[in-house]
């Protein structure tokens, strides 16, 4: 395949001098010209001029992936020449922090023709992508005056930071959260795309997010049962697959639960392939089996948990409402039976039985969610549900045991950030963002709002200010795409979009200033491993920054400085080692072995535990003296917080199977049969990598199919089909598998939208068929429900 648009391609094999570097320079020609305006030979000239020998630079890959991996740079006159990874010794309790494709391609990410070179302010219609080229001095102006301009007139509530991953430390949607903070605050976003639900429910059902065993622990399990969990493709921190191999190792039987056989699942010892949506009904099953074969653990139950039955209901609840009276059908007769279940979720009822009896009397066991589960219609109630069913195997605060969904350990490391405190306190759920563009001055509290004062009823603004960081969910991730472009190219509604970025995502077209920001090659910056991990990695500075790029913490001190706010936002620091010795100032405690300076000579840190981590042990030790901060102070089966939302239709306050409102008891599906879901994608971190050739080569951008609905539509395996819905069309690349269930579909998450003339887009993202629609009580994303229909293109 020709590898078009790599500078680096050029670069191989080619002896680097100065004099050399400058032929290949030249050679390059057109691609050259395009990129640097004048400014780059030059500038790389002069780093080709310093002569020298190979040098190592230790670094972190940190994109929002699931993984932190450590990155060697082989760097030469100033120029990457390759990549390598973790070179530290390999050992049980020490494993190296390898790098996976993604991260070992990073140099023609860096090296890329298509990477922003200079400051572009939009001349054409707002995402048409028209730009012009202007200096910096201006870019800086006119972001700031435009911040200015739009405080005086409405007010910070109508400035959001928006939701950005695509880096962190001193980069990425921190470094203008500082900014927009010092400057009087913004609407701030609770909930994510990633998690909302979880995040939502973890602290109302159980009091804490640090509910989670550490992975050294997964060894000491016997049965690992994964809704949904697929580490393999989208990491969930690095090794986490080492640490499952450790637990097969040592007699572990892993089952995975999931509609699409995962890599993960390949790897496990039994897939159990279920439709997309009902997860809750296979667990209310499963606890019908138990309850009626008296295999749950009901001392547990009785001593940690509030609401499994009537007897153990909150006072002033009315009988009737207690999980078990749902699971035996006592309010609407119907039972929750592995026949009912095997209707809905398309798993035998024998196996229905059998998983029951296997989780019941299998001990200890671990049962653990991905997220994908809670990114859908009710995804509140796939995290209640799985953590009723840990409840009821007595899994919870005990090793080899899980919470029943994912969590954080209470390893977490006290790391510091550029946070400081939000003036504002009205919030929204991040997944609403488009919501309060349009309508923001009628959003309340039935809308999520969160933070009104006494007599406020709804948010003062509308958004009319967007700072995007490091961020595609602009278009790219956020769901219902043409929807979104129509709000956001009427620039009457948000005022302004101010992006920092390396390429010209489709987000960035949407942008009315886009400042060219750095990789983190080419900057200073600091990272922590991702959730479940134990690592701290010094970024080093590998390059210097190429073309007109910068920092993103430069660029917000730039606009901090026109602002009269510089000193404030730069705290006294003059290096970004200043900020990261600050950081980690309290790492000591943790870990006396821990000194500043040899980490940032190795670029990694890790901190070691002679044991592991157990989430919940304390008040599984002593329920009384460590009750837990929900309001029974125990685990909350039947949840109060949802009660009291009055909703027992789309929030029962129990984990209840509800029907996807776009799923196959809608009256949708005549029209369109087939349910499509996105998946993390393992040639993606989320958006980013999109537009690496070579992981595109590797792990092209298909559709997912099963044979039966193929062959239903004439299709065969490598044509190019047509997905289509009301919101939107897809034309792409069919790959027909058995891989996964029938009526089901999968096309990966993360494809750089890309319509053509008629807006069907050709690069197959999924969000052109996704929805705006907010799950009912965390108001999170459910772009994992949608119905669709697909025909031969
Ligand atoms: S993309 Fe993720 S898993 Fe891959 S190297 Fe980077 S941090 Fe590690």
């Not at 219609?377 to 840990?390: C, K, N």
């Not at 029974?632 to 239709?649: H, L, N, R, T, Y």
Request: glycine share 10%.
């Amino acid at each position: 395949m020709e590898d078009k648009g790599f500078l680096s391609n050029a670069v191989k094999g080619v002896e680097l001098n100065r004099r050399s570097f400058l032929k290949w320079n030249a050679a390059l020609g057109g691609a050259a010209a395009l990129a640097t305006g004048g400014l780059t030979a030059s500038q790389m000239a002069l780093k080709a001029a310093a002569a020298g020998a190979e040098t190592v630079v230790p670094t972190s890959c940190a994109h929002n992936c699931g993984g932190r991996c450590r990155i060697l740079v082989h760097v030469q006159d100033g120029v990457i020449k390759r990549l390598t990874t973790d070179d530290r010794p390999d050992t049980l309790e020490d494993p190296q922090l390898r790098a996976c494709q993604r991260g070992r391609s990073y140099r023609q990410r860096v090296y890329h023709t298509d990477r922003l070179k200079y400051p572009l302010k939009r001349v054409g219609k707002r995402g048409d992508g028209q730009y012009e080229r202007i200096s910096w001095d201006e870019a800086i102006a006119t972001v700031a005056e435009a911040m200015q301009r739009i405080k005086d007139e409405y007010g910070p509530e109508a400035f959001i930071n928006h939701y950005a991953s695509g880096a962190d430390g001193m980069q990425g949607a921190g470094t203008s959260s500082r900014l927009l903070n010092l400057f009087g605050g913004a609407l701030n976003e609770y909930g994510s795309y990633s998690a909302a639900c979880w995040e939502y429910m973890l602290p109302r059902v159980l009091g804490t997010f640090t509910t989670a065993n550490s992975r050294d622990d997964w060894k000491n399990s016997k049965l690992i049962v994964m809704f949904g969990y697929n580490p393999m493709e989208m990491v969930g921190g690095t090794n986490t697959m080492y640490y499952l191999k450790q637990a097969k190792q040592a007699g572990a039987k892993v089952i995975v639960i999931d509609p699409r056989q995962s890599m993960t699942a390949v790897w496990a010892d039994e897939w159990i392939p279920i439709h997309p949506g009902t997860d809750v009904a296979l667990i209310a099953a499963l606890a019908y089996v138990m309850i009626s074969e008296g295999l749950h653990d009901q001392e547990f139950l009785d001593t940690y948990t509030s609401g499994f039955d009537d007897a153990h209901l909150p006072e002033g609840i009315p009988n009737g409402n207690s999980y078990k009276s749902y699971v035996m059908g006592d309010q609407d007769d119907q039972p929750k039976t592995p026949e009912w279940a095997e209707a809905i979720t398309g798993v035998s009822r024998e196996r229905i039985v059998r998983l029951a009896r296997e989780l019941a009397l299998t001990k200890p066991a671990a049962i653990y969610q991905g997220w994908g589960g809670q990114r859908r219609a009710y995804g509140e109630q796939f995290v209640h549900a799985g953590i009723t069913l840990a409840a009821m195997t007595g899994n919870i605060g005990i090793s080899g045991g899980s919470a029943g969904t994912g969590g954080m350990t209470s390893r977490y490391l006290p790391t510091g950030s550029l946070g400081v405190p939000n003036p504002i306190k009205l919030a929204i759920s991040t997944f609403t963002w488009t919501d309060a563009i349009v309508r923001g001055t009628e959003m309340g509290a039935a809308d999520g709002v969160e933070g009104l004062a006494d007599g406020q009823e709804t948010l003062p603004y509308n958004i009319k200010f967007i700072y995007n960081n490091a961020g595609n969910a602009l278009i790219n991730q956020h769901g219902d795409i043409n929807k979104t472009k129509e709000i956001l190219a009427d620039d009457s509604l948000v005022e302004f979009i101010v992006t920092h970025e390396q390429f010209m995502t489709p987000s960035a077209k949407f942008s009315d200033i886009i400042l060219p920001a750095t990789t983190w090659m080419e900057t200073e910056s600091m990272t922590t491993s991702w959730v479940m991990g134990d690592t701290v990695y010094y970024m080093n500075k590998v390059i210097e920054p190429l073309f007109e790029c910068k920092p993103d913490f430069e660029i917000c001190a730039l606009i901090a400085d026109q602002l009269g706010l510089g000193d404030q936002y730069r705290d006294g620091k003059e290096t970004h080692e200043d900020w990261i010795r600050e950081w980690t100032a309290g790492l000591k405690d943790v870990d006396p072995t821990f000194d500043f300076d040899t980490f940032k000579a190795n670029g990694v840190h890790v901190v070691l535990y002679d044991k592991p981590a157990i989430g919940l042990s304390e008040f599984r030790a002593d329920p009384e003296a460590n009750a837990l901060s929900t309001p029974s102070g125990k685990i909350e089966i039947f949840c109060q917080a949802k009660w009291a939302a009055d909703d027992p239709v789309e929030i029962p306050a129990v984990a209840s199977y509800i029907p996807e409102w776009e799923g196959p008891q809608s009256d949708l599906v005549a029209q369109y049969p087939l349910q499509i879901q996105g998946h993390h994608f393992h040639a993606r971190s989320h958006s980013t990598y999109d537009n690496i050739e070579w992981l595109r080569e590797s792990m092209p951008q298909r559709l997912f199919m099963n044979p039966v609905d193929a062959d239903a539509r004439g299709i065969e395996d490598g044509d190019k089909v047509r997905i289509f819905n009301d919101r939107g069309e897809v034309i792409i690349p069919v790959r027909v598998t058995k891989r996964i269930m029938p009526g089901v579909l999968d096309l990966p998450q993360g494809a750089w939208y890309d319509p053509d003339e008629n807006g069907i887009d050709r690069a197959g993202c999924i969000n052109v068929l996704t929805s705006h629609h907010p799950t009912p009580f965390a108001k999170g994303t459910s772009q994992h429900t949608n119905l669709v229909e697909v025909e031969k293109a």
